[in-house]
T-cell receptor, first 114, second 110 residues
């Protein structure tokens, strides 16, 4: 079966523009995560969705970042008024959602803000 | 101090050598993950463990909950094992997010 897919794979945008990044999780996975990996930095958590529960937004770095998950499947991460420090690889992962479920990562979207 | 510390940060070895990468964490966890990231590639989950030891091919992962420490071992290392290995922990009480170590860059020379 298909793994986690993300689009676009690469995105170059001008400072101040809004961008949308998409994640298609593995079918049947109720949990979905967004992470960010900045150049030379480790991975950091952004937001977590589990079923119909309120998302855990504790990792979002500013109010310019938001995410939604429609129909319990596809998720979109939106960054408004992009800044150069937003340049990073944005990774999506999904899991079955049980307490110790293994997470499956997508290939990531490389965002470059010029 | 980071919640998850890995050592070494960089490791270069010759093909065939036995490799050990260490991970220490400071919080209570429900599970620990070892991930592999190849240059320009995505992230692959190698192991998820909450106690004891797991083995998959030439890779072995161990965890000591009391000491808050885990190790990833690679036996008979090969150049294709060259990658960044990342330790990540998941907390208790439904805190499903992963907290990551900084990663260990492994290079295996032929």
């Amino acid at each position: 079966g298909a793994g986690v897919s993300q689009s676009p794979s690469n995105k170059v945008t001008e400072k101040g523009k809004d961008v949308e990044l998409r994640c298609d999780p593995i079918s049947g996975h109720t949990a979905l995560y967004w992470y960010r990996q900045s150049l030379g930095q480790g991975l950091e958590f952004l937001i977590y969705f589990q079923g119909n529960s309120a998302p855990d937004k504790s990792g979002l770095p500013s109010d310019r970042f938001s995410a939604e998950r429609t129909g319990g499947s596809v998720s979109t991460l939106t960054i408004q008024r992009t800044q150069q420090e937003d340049s990073a690889v944005y990774l999506c992962a999904s899991s079955l959602g049980d307490r110790v479920g293994e997470q499956y990562f997508g290939p990531g979207t490389r965002l470059t803000v010029t | 101090k980071n919640e998850v510390e890995q050592s070494p940060q960089n490791l270069t070895a010759q093909e065939g050598e036995f490799i050990t990468i260490n991970c220490s964490y400071s919080v209570g966890i429900s599970a620990l993950h070892w991930l592999q990231q190849h240059p320009g590639g995505g992230i692959v989950s190698l192991f998820m463990l909450s106690s004891g030891k797991k083995k998959h091919g030439r890779l072995i992962a161990t965890i000591n909950i009391q000491e808050k420490h885990s190790s990833l071992h690679i036996t008979a290392s090969h150049p294709r094992d060259s990658a960044v290995y990342i330790c990540a922990v998941r907390g208790y009480q439904g805190a499903q997010k992963l907290v990551f170590g900084q990663g260990t860059r492994l290079t295996i020379n032929p």
